[in-house]
């Protein structure tokens, strides 16, 4: 008789609690008179014989082990021990309900036979008797071998379920090991069936992210399919410590290589069906990049409820939209360093990159079609996650307009103390006075704290007044046009300022000498216009001119000299020239320390010394000179306290500032509690909806969006709105601004056609208020393109990056910053597009520009020598990225508060190598002294 043969006709253990003797003694009845050989312990043991050993030799020689499962069974020892010894021989183990009971969550996925009633005992009976006369020949068992395959050892059993069983196995004359699925029924044939087919038919031979089968059997039990083998993902990390330790880098890697994969599949038509990490095999060495592979394609239960897309059906077909949602939740756990972490509500707060935030977000968001497509797309994504993160700088420029803030709340208290003077000089001027009190004071709105705004028409009126009126007095006409004038400029209606300050300068150019210094007053107001509307260019030489007066009359140390001086740094800071703006703003700042050492502490001496304080801090906010913004602002500060009080609103304006400051520093409760004295202070001063509130509101609502408090943020945001417009109607740069803010808010809550339309009417306001070639407009553009970039509408980004580019060429020039970074942003869309070759030319030429504006040393060239590596490097210009990583590692060696930049063009350039096969040179530079960046 044949091994089969005997195994088949070996007899049937029972195994039972004495509570079930009954019950079990009736079944075995059964089973002999159906012709089945069994083993009852009671009936079985000889006279005189060792029971132990006896059941032990019963259950060694035994085809199969009965379980008879009750409340008492389940608690016996003895039942236990059985049961566990038959399993680890590889015994068929059926079980067997005699009373209803919990079963023990291992006995689960065996298929059971309920007996427990009358009823269930007849016809279960009969489907026990057939299932155990078809019972296999042959069970698994570690270290045993697989009939025919003597030549292959199984190692260890990986995982079991109604599909079948799946093993490690390793040839016993050698190292190379397997994965051995085994099937025994005719559901796991049906299984493994479906996965030589999947594999056969879609044709994944020659799939290099498809793990490969190398043999199988489906005509004789056991069934069999065999693959090759690689340590699984679980495994793999496990090896590893944890899966935290492993750098980010490494870690996205792998997850782009299984989406590479998976893209293989889905374009072979064959969707996976379970995209979890016990499917993905990981093979590394040496400290080589992992090499990844997809196992179980097309095999299997489906997926598990932790990679399910919980809109799909339990037990629908695989697709091609299951596996990018699987994918997805897999990059959330590799990104959080946890493979057992479920994908819940508030999964938001567990990644603290925004870009890796919004890829997880694009694979598992609620609106399908807004999901990325293509699996082939989040690996372009992650790959290019290096430079993505330069492309922020788009987003990062709206903190421009927050910095801004500071400038305009000085510039409205300005306002506010220019009004006290014009009613000073009531006392010498009585004609000028008058036509002030009648529409200057009516129609500055910092001024008015009852919330209403006077008609443009007054305004307007007053403007006609002054050229047909005051012909014949031109001292009074040119003066009223410059009052005039400088409101138009505040209400941000440049074109009409424009007009009456260049009227007041060419009355004053034909002017005695000995008016002189009224035309660079003049002049200098006619600048600060032509700022305002972006025309540094034409700005500057006003600028120069009146600083020129001011100093062949009154000398270099005078008041009005240093308030040319700041209006040349406030212009070479909106140019980008810090290192000039600073030598400005220090010489002003001299001069008025110098100037009002002997003077009274009036509000005036305050007011020009708090403002060299707050510029000098603002340019150093900008470039993140935090310490001494700090300080700058608190000298301010104390300043104001000690001679105007802590209720003062200047001292609300530097409280705004200093929030700000602590913002950008990541002190987000104190900014909040800073943010919120300045509100009260301003309320107090100018009631509730007044500009200078809503400057306050829009910074709160900063606040709150930056911390993912979007409720928040949209509440602050909004009041700041209705305040703004309520004063300036729709086409002013400040609801301009507001519009931008809720733009990036609801672009961030996934609410794309809001944003999209508040960022058009962003883009419109300052169209409307600014011109149409402002740099406020190239912003807005600029935000826009990132927003149709992001839905995938390249070819519209693209545009509008050019139409930015051409606003920042015209404005500053081709060798300006602005310039260089809106290259970056258009070579962006380009790795979008996967034009490599286009995304490198503009990188090339924005590195050009970079190292001749800003030297080759500075750390954005550092930045950027990063983005042009790693478009080289997908474009595998290998060779070509190297140097230029050395060269951006030099650079940031000298910059060691650049921390977060360094460990990333380091990371990128151990990839490199690791890609060039210089592994050791790679470990070095992880391990080195260079590693703790």
Request: net charge negative.
């Amino acid at each position: 008789m044949g091994q089969d043969e005997t195994a088949r006709n070996a007899p049937i253990f029972l195994s039972y609690s004495s509570t079930d003797r009954e019950f079990c003694l009736r079944l075995q009845m059964d089973l002999e008179a159906a012709g089945l050989d069994t083993w009852v312990d009671k009936k079985g043991i000889a006279p005189g014989r060792e029971w132990q050993r006896q059941i032990q030799e019963a259950l060694s020689c035994a085809g199969a082990v009965l379980l008879v499962l009750s409340p008492g069974a389940v608690d016996s020892s003895t039942v236990q021990a059985e049961v566990s010894f038959a399993r680890d021989e590889g015994k068929l183990v059926v079980p067997v309900i005699c009373r209803p009971c919990e079963i023990p969550w291992h006995l689960r996925p065996l298929q059971h036979v309920d007996l427990s009633t009358e009823a269930k005992y007849r016809d279960g009976l009969a489907e026990l008797v057939d299932h155990l006369r078809r019972r296999p020949t042959w069970r698994p068992v570690a270290g045993g071998s697989i009939p025919p395959r003597h030549e292959w050892q199984l190692e260890e059993k990986l995982d079991e379920g109604p599909h079948g069983e799946v093993w490690a196995a390793r040839r016993r004359d050698g190292e190379e090991r397997r994965f051995v699925k085994l099937g025994f029924d005719d559901e796991q044939l049906a299984a493994l069936r479906r996965e030589v087919e999947v594999f056969r038919e879609a044709k994944l031979e020659d799939r290099t992210g498809v793990c490969q089968i190398l043999d199988w059997s489906l005509t004789v039990e056991p069934y069999r399919v065999e693959s090759e083998y690689a340590p699984r993902l679980v495994d793999w990390a496990g090896d590893r410590n944890t899966l935290a330790d492993l750098p980010l880098t490494d870690r996205l890697e792998i997850v782009a290589c299984v989406a590479d994969a998976l893209d293989e599949l889905h374009r072979a038509d064959a969707p996976h069906g379970n995209v979890e990490p016990g499917n993905v095999l990981v093979r590394s060495a040496n400290g080589d990049q992992p090499r990844v592979k997809l196992w179980n394609c097309g095999w299997g239960p489906g997926a598990s409820d932790l990679y399910r897309d919980r809109r799909l059906a339990a037990d629908a077909p695989a697709s091609r939209e299951a596996d990018l949602y699987a994918l997805g939740v897999v990059l959330y756990q590799m990104t959080v360093g946890d493979l057992a972490r479920p994908l819940g509500p508030g999964w938001e707060r567990d990644i603290d990159d925004q870009l890796l935030r919004a890829d997880v977000a694009a694979m598992i968001g609620t609106r399908p079609k807004k999901r990325i497509r293509r699996a082939a797309e989040l690996a372009q994504r992650l790959r290019s996650l290096p430079i993505r993160k330069s492309q922020r700088r788009t987003r990062g420029l709206v903190r421009w307009l927050s910095a801004a803030v500071a400038v305009s709340l000085l510039l409205a208290v300005a306002i506010w103390f220019h009004s006290v003077r014009v009613s000073r000089e009531a006392e010498t001027a009585e004609q000028v006075s008058r036509f002030l009190l009648e529409l200057f004071e009516a129609a500055n709105p910092w001024e008015r704290k009852d919330g209403a705004i006077p008609a443009r028409e007054v305004l307007d009126r007053g403007a006609e007044r002054i050229r047909d009126e005051l012909g014949d007095r031109p001292v009074v006409q040119a003066r009223l046009m410059d009052a005039i004038g400088t409101v138009y400029g505040q209400l941000a209606l440049h074109d009409q300022a424009e007009s009456l300050l260049a009227g007041a300068v060419a009355i004053r150019e034909g002017r005695p000498e000995s008016e002189i210094l009224d035309l660079a007053a003049s002049l200098h107001r006619l600048a600060r216009v032509y700022v305002g509307q972006g025309r540094y260019q034409d700005a500057k030489p006003l600028f120069d001119r009146a600083l020129s007066i001011r100093q062949d009359i009154l000398g270099s140390d005078h008041p009005d000299v240093a308030s040319s001086l700041i209006g040349l740094g406030n212009l070479h800071l909106r140019r980008s020239d810090f290192a000039a703006a600073e030598e400005h703003y220090l010489r002003a700042g001299e001069i008025r320390e110098k100037a009002f050492r002997n003077q009274p502490e009036d509000e005036d001496r305050i007011r020009h010394l708090a403002q060299s304080d707050n510029n000098l801090a603002n340019l150093y906010e900008i470039q993140e000179r935090y310490d001494e913004a700090e300080s700058c602002y608190l000298r301010a500060r104390a300043r104001q306290i000690e001679t105007l009080g802590e209720n003062h609103p200047s001292v609300a304006v530097t409280d705004n500032n200093l929030a700000n400051l602590h913002k950008a520093r990541g002190r987000f409760t104190e900014a909040r509690k800073t943010y919120a004295a300045a509100l009260k202070s301003l309320e107090k001063a100018f009631g509730e909806d007044h500009p200078a509130v809503a400057m306050i509101l829009n910074n709160l609502g900063n606040l709150h969006y930056e911390r993912g408090r979007y409720e928040e943020a949209e509440k602050h945001h909004l009041r700041a709105l209705e305040v703004r417009e309520k004063y300036f109607g729709d086409q002013h740069p400040d609801v301009a601004m507001s519009h931008g803010n809720l733009a990036n808010l609801y672009d961030d809550r996934g609410k794309t056609e809001k944003a999209r339309s508040y960022y058009a009417k962003a883009c419109e306001g300052f169209e409307s208020s600014l011109g149409p070639d402002h740099t406020e407009v190239a912003l807005c553009c600029k935000n826009l393109a990132r927003l149709y970039s992001e839905q995938g509408r390249h070819e519209a980004a693209a545009g509008l990056l050019h139409r930015a580019l051409a606003i920042y060429e015209e404005t500053f020039g081709e060798d300006h910053t602005e310039v260089a970074f809106t290259l970056a942003e258009l070579a962006f869309v380009e790795i979008a597009r996967e034009d490599y070759d286009r995304a490198a030319e503009y990188f090339e030429r924005e590195l050009e520009i970079l190292d001749r504006v800003l030297g080759e040393d500075h750390v954005e060239v550092a930045r950027e020598l990063n983005n042009l590596a790693e478009t080289y490097k997908l474009q595998q210009r290998h060779e070509e990225a190297e140097p230029l990583f050395v060269r951006a590692l030099a650079i940031l060696e000298a910059a060691p508060e650049q921390r977060d930049l360094r460990g990333q063009v380091r990371d990128g350039y151990v990839e490199l190598l690791r890609r060039l096969g210089r592994s050791g040179e790679a470990i070095s530079l992880e391990t080195g002294p260079a590693a703790d960046g």
